[in-house]
């Protein structure tokens, strides 16, 4: 136990309401051999000097202060200095149940692979631990196309990585935001060839953050999603039909995403030629989409609605994100 160093590296801009619960959390991980490179992306608010403040606290805590780039940057400039045998990663204005790092390892060490995830998270919404936990080792393709439908949690976060794996195949973010974690989770995934998954929430992600790129409306950030999610298509672990069918969804998805933020922006005299390409493409695609995606009969369902009567509802489900982010008042 604890005899692997593990590397938590911490994107970090504009968190100071948030970011003392976050690195709180890491200093009371059960799993104590770690280093925490605290990356601060040029915040202009007091963020840098709370990094500054945890490191004079504990010496396993790092403050790397930079000029803005983005966090696919700063995660990336972690990668390089890295010095654990494992990395994992958590946003600035997350946390980290105690026994985060230690489950993660459990998971390694009890399936013999390099990459490890729990496919469920709490957020600010959901605290209920789910029933019963399993871990299993499972065929990178299902795990990637798990992840490309959106079957378990997308971001970097719930997962852990062997950094002698990343470094052996030159694996980094791409440098567009939003996405990004498809390229990357699912690119270490491949060259594990298998995952270890287990199903225990270890990792609390916030909803509640009224700065959050996830929870803003952004025609611009949505823009460089599709684009992300568009380029999967070259990557190497497009060639399993399996992977290739869920990649073909997913961007069926993010043109409807596109559609709904410039509608819940009112955006559309502003990119109107977005607007009509995203229209044009899920009335193409509908038919294909659904008969080759692998998602419930909820999920067929939404993909003709979405392709014949996106307006109404994007309507519709932006009043439930305004109604469920009013009712969410956890700290």
């Not at 803003?216 to 460089?224: A, C, P, Q, Y």
Request: proline share 2%; charged share 25%.
């Amino acid at each position: 136990m604890n005899e692997e160093k593990v590397t938590i590296i911490v994107g970090i801009y504009n968190s100071e309401k948030f970011l003392r619960k976050g690195l709180e959390s890491i200093r009371n991980q059960t799993w104590t051999n770690i280093e925490v490179l605290l990356m601060d992306d040029g915040s202009p608010d007091n963020s840098g000097a709370i990094c500054d403040e945890y490191a004079a606290l504990d010496n396993r805590f790092i403050p790397i202060h930079k000029t803005n780039s983005g966090v696919c940057d700063s995660r990336n400039k972690g990668l390089e200095i890295a010095t654990g045998d494992f990395v994992c990663f958590m946003d600035g204005d997350d946390w980290l149940s105690p026994d985060f790092v230690e489950y993660m390892m459990s998971i390694i060490h009890k399936t013999n692979t390099q990459m490890a995830l729990s496919d469920h998270v709490f957020t600010t919404r959901d605290q209920m631990q789910i029933d019963c936990d399993g871990i299993e080792c499972r065929e990178s393709s299902r795990v990637i196309a798990d992840i490309i439908y959106l079957n378990m949690a997308l971001g970097p976060w719930n997962k852990m990585y062997s950094l002698d794996l990343i470094r052996k195949h030159n694996i980094r973010f791409p440098s567009r935001w939003f996405a990004e974690t498809l390229h990357f989770a699912n690119t270490v995934a491949y060259y594990s060839n298998k995952i270890g998954v287990g199903h225990r929430k270890v990792y609390n992600y916030r909803l509640n953050n009224a700065d959050s790129g996830t929870t803003k409306f952004n025609v611009d950030t949505r823009k460089s999603s599709l684009a992300n999610v568009l380029d999967l298509r070259k990557c190497l672990f497009a060639k399993d039909n399996e992977v290739r069918d869920a990649i073909e969804w997913h961007i069926y998805d993010n043109y409807y995403l596109l559609l709904l933020n410039i509608i819940a922006s009112n955006s559309v005299n502003r990119y109107k030629s977005e607007y009509r390409e995203a229209k044009k493409y899920l009335r193409k695609n509908w038919l294909k989409t659904l008969i080759r995606s692998d998602v419930d009969v909820k999920r067929k369902a939404l993909i003709v609605l979405e392709a014949f009567f996106p307006t109404i509802l994007s309507k519709r489900k932006i009043k439930r994100l305004s109604k469920a982010l009013s009712k969410d008042t956890m700290v």
